[in-house]
């Protein structure tokens, strides 16, 4: 049954602590939310890679740009740039990365139960 339910990001219920920035997680009943804050150089291969023990995001996001720049590389070679007030769905198979000297911070709607955790 459904429920209604509030919470908030600054009581987040999971931390994942990555390098160059964090990932806080929402629980809410069968979803889950993320608010990413990637710092500048923040790259996922360089970042979540070595938790993820994959060649490139194997996430699907789902995402909304609060502010900075994210670029995104799929592993096809098509590339995307995204800033704030733009949302776009990421398969998964890609690279991203901040652009410029501004955090880039994000909320995820997709992924967020897999995502910045060490592979099992």
């Not at 194997?58 to 704030?84: C, N």
């Not at 198979?93 to 000297?101: L, Q, R, S, T, Y």
Request: glycine share 10%; aromatic share 8%; net charge neutral.
């Amino acid at each position: 049954m459904s429920k209604l339910i509030k919470k908030s990001f600054e009581v987040p219920d999971e931390t994942r602590p990555i390098a160059s920035g964090k990932v806080e997680v929402v629980k809410l009943d069968d979803f889950q939310a993320i608010r990413n804050r990637f710092e500048p150089g923040w790259r996922w291969s360089e970042s979540i890679k070595p938790i993820a023990k994959t060649e490139s995001c194997q996430v699907q996001h789902l995402l909304y740009i609060v502010s900075g720049r994210l670029s995104v590389k799929m592993v096809d070679g098509t590339t995307a740039e995204f800033g704030p007030g733009e949302v776009g769905v990421v398969p998964a198979g890609h690279d991203a990365w901040v652009v410029g000297k501004e955090p880039c911070v994000n909320l995820d709607f997709g992924g967020s139960t897999v995502y910045a955790r060490p592979a099992s």
